[in-house]
């Protein structure tokens, strides 16, 4: 009977591993809130959309996609699906998001990327407030970072054998030894160089520094993250949704 029951644990706390829980956040100022279960499965169709990014730009745009897709996989578990661009389009509907919601939900999305290894050219930041007169606007924000450099190819120094390091004709020798012809040396070929492999090109370089937000509330629900550099972002810039 104990077998049995420690059996039993290792089959639920496998099953528990197997998804990651993150909690979604709604109806406006995070006053609701879901726990939605990530399975390995849906885990691997999103971190498969960064497979092909191979700098900063493409990054951002798997980013975009990618929080699209988690915030499909949560409106399945919750009722966010009725989610819609703005603050009006949906407004007393439950499981409506203001940029709050956004901003916190996105972010723990962002979290759970990083942690998976799939962002290699951005980190997470704290959410970014701007404010225009009265209205607030809250989004999520990531940061470009230098990417991982690869270390240059060591070649091993090529130094030609004391039998190699010329190549002397047979004739070389023996008319250095009849006489006192120097022209004869003329006809000693200087070993060709060694071919030196090309190192790998350089990783692709953005700029590191630069902060950009991951806006999903400009959106419907399930719709690709808006994502502008910061700077244009709290200037007002981005889609005309109120």
Same mark, same amino acid.
């Given at each position: 009977? $104990? &077998? ?15 998804? %990651? %829980?993150? @909690? ?27 497979? %092909? ?27 966010? !699906? ?7 389009? *949906?407004?007393?509907? *439950? ?11 996105? %972010? $723990?999305?962002? !979290? &759970? ?34 990417? !991982? ?13 004391? @039998? ?9 020798? &023996?008319?250095?030894?009849?006489? @006192? ?22 990783? !692709? ?24 550099? &910061?700077?244009?972002?709290? *200037? ?7």
């Amino acid at each position: 009977m $104990r &077998l049995l029951l420690i059996a039993l644990l290792v089959v639920v706390c496998g099953a528990a591993d197997a998804a %990651t %829980t993150i @909690d979604v956040c709604f109806n406006y100022g995070c006053a609701a809130s879901a726990a939605v279960s990530f399975g390995d499965e849906r885990l691997a169709a999103v971190g498969a959309l960064f497979a %092909t990014a191979s700098d900063a730009v493409a990054e951002r745009d798997a980013i975009a996609l990618a929080v699209a897709a988690m915030h499909r996989v949560a409106g399945e578990q919750s009722p966010i !699906a009725a989610d819609r661009a703005g603050n009006f389009l *949906d407004d007393g509907v *439950d499981g409506r998001m203001d940029c709050i919601d956004h901003a916190t939900t996105t %972010t $723990r999305f962002l !979290a &759970l990327m990083a942690a998976r290894g799939w962002l290699r050219f951005h980190r997470v930041l704290e959410p970014a407030r701007r404010s225009r007169v009265i209205f607030q606007h809250f989004s999520a924000v990531i940061e470009e970072i230098e990417p !991982a450099t690869v270390p240059p190819v060591e070649v091993p120094e090529q130094v030609p054998s004391r @039998d190699a390091a010329f190549d002397v004709p047979d004739h070389v020798p &023996l008319s250095l030894a009849l006489c @006192d012809c120097q022209n004869v040396v003329g006809d000693i070929a200087e070993p060709a160089a060694p071919e030196v492999p090309a190192a790998a090109p350089p990783p !692709a370089v953005g700029t590191p520094g630069a902060r950009f937000v991951v806006d999903s509330w400009f959106g419907n629900h399930g719709e690709p993250a808006v994502i502008l550099p &910061l700077a244009q972002w709290l *200037d007002g810039e981005g889609p005309n949704v109120q």
